[in-house]
């Protein structure tokens, strides 16, 4: 049995627990609240400030653990380096997690050391600064904090007279204490997708089959498995996905999100060293191994055979309405368990804000199935479902 710290305890973090729990582990769940989804389920749960060193470094040394799973951005990285030195396992590792947490340190490292194919981008520490970078960019761009989640503080800019705005959205939605934005050209793509990536200890980078995905104000609303993709360009891309995160170093599971374009080809959009949100698909049993149980197995080390699509697959997101300390309660779930081949996934998140994510609909059919009428499905039911 490991002893495994988790840092974050959202929605993932708890599948990633109970993933854990039924392979005999030990979890430790950290966020800043209490009675995060995570919290709920682990064996013990402490709350801290992540961003606080001294917190984080307290919490280590009270609980000793084998190994650290980041799972949100709002870290003391750094920190993470001198665990490491301890002897304790950090996931996918140190390096991998100080630099994906902040999307300056990624995109030069893809575009500029590995040569990886991204849009134009420049960064801002001011207003001046962004508006510059706007004129050599144009319009439309995409202006977005180095650190955040779930699409916080992320703007599509149609003209200059939208950058003071773009500016105060971005620097209150960045996580941490960076002030710092980046713009970057907007790719006019046909589609998005995410690659879900495993790198092990002992064996090949593996790929998961391609999962296309909706987004909607940058964050995600609903994703489909498999996503349909040129041969040539999914090689592409899965060639991309094993050079970054080998350079990245580290064992674990990454979603690595491209943008393709039938006119010039894959893009290297982000990457996040851990289970990725669009990846909740495959708890619609869509693969053998879903992402969660893919990214326990290559953290301890442990073999996975293979990873094949076994249905096809849709999610669709809960929002809520409301802003609440309140409990929040749900209208419509038995509406949602009419449904054949249906799943309903409520988070517990404690409380509510206006489009937080409370929970998802997961639905499956046979490979064969009209992709279509299948998201068409998915998002329909999750729609009976009112938050109050």
């Known amino acids: 049995m490991k002893k495994i710290l988790l840092l974050g305890s959202g929605e993932l973090g708890k599948e990633f627990v109970i993933s854990a729990q039924r392979k005999g582990q030990y979890i430790i769940a950290c966020d800043s609240y209490p009675g995060a989804p995570a919290m709920q389920v682990a064996d013990e749960y402490e709350v801290l400030d992540m961003l606080n060193g001294e917190e984080l470094e307290r919490v280590v040394k009270r609980h000793q653990p084998d190994i650290i799973v980041p799972e949100i951005e709002a870290i003391r990285t750094e920190r993470l380096y001198d665990f490491e030195r301890q002897g304790i396992q950090v996931v996918p590792s140190a390096r991998a997690v100080n630099f994906t947490m902040n999307r300056k340190a990624i995109r030069d490292l893809a575009a500029k050391e590995l040569g990886l194919k991204t849009a134009k981008y420049f960064y801002a520490t001011s207003f001046e600064e962004l508006k510059a970078a706007a004129d050599k960019i144009g319009f439309p761009c995409v202006v977005k904090p180095l650190m955040s989640s779930s699409g916080k503080g992320q703007s599509l800019v149609k ?73 040539a360009h999914l090689l592409e891309a899965q060639d991309m996905a094993e050079k970054v995160t080998h350079s990245l170093t580290g064992a674990g599971l990454w979603g690595v999100e491209f943008f393709l374009s039938h006119e010039h080809g894959v893009y290297f959009s982000e990457l996040s060293p851990r289970p990725h ?99 068409d499905k998915a998002k329909c039911i999750a729609a009976k479902v009112e938050v109050y």
Not at 190 to 196: A, G, N, Q, R, Y
Not at 281 to 297: M, S
């Open 159 to 231: 003209s200059a007279d939208e950058l003071q705005h773009a500016w105060e959205y971005g620097c209150s939605g960045s996580r941490g204490d960076i002030r710092e934005l980046i713009i970057e050209e907007f790719i006019r793509f046909d589609s998005e997708i995410t690659l879900l990536t495993v790198t092990q200890k002992n064996g090949p980078t593996l790929f998961c089959p391609p999962i296309g995905h909706v987004q909607k104000g940058g964050d995600y609303r609903e994703s489909f498995q498999p996503a349909h993709i040129d041969p």
């Open 277 to 375: 949100d669009t990846g909740m698909v495959t708890l619609a049993g869509t693969q053998n191994l879903n992402e969660f149980e893919l990214h326990l197995r290559a953290v301890l080390g442990w073999p996975i055979p293979n990873i094949k699509q076994e249905k096809a697959g849709v999610s669709a997101v809960i929002l809520s309405t409301i802003s609440s300390q309140e409990t929040p309660q749900y209208k419509g779930m038995e509406e949602v368990t009419k449904e054949e081949d249906t799943y309903l996934r409520i988070f517990g998140k404690p409380f509510t804000r206006v489009n937080r994510r409370m929970g998802i609909v997961l639905c499956y059919a046979p490979l064969n199935v009209n992709m279509n009428a299948l998201r």
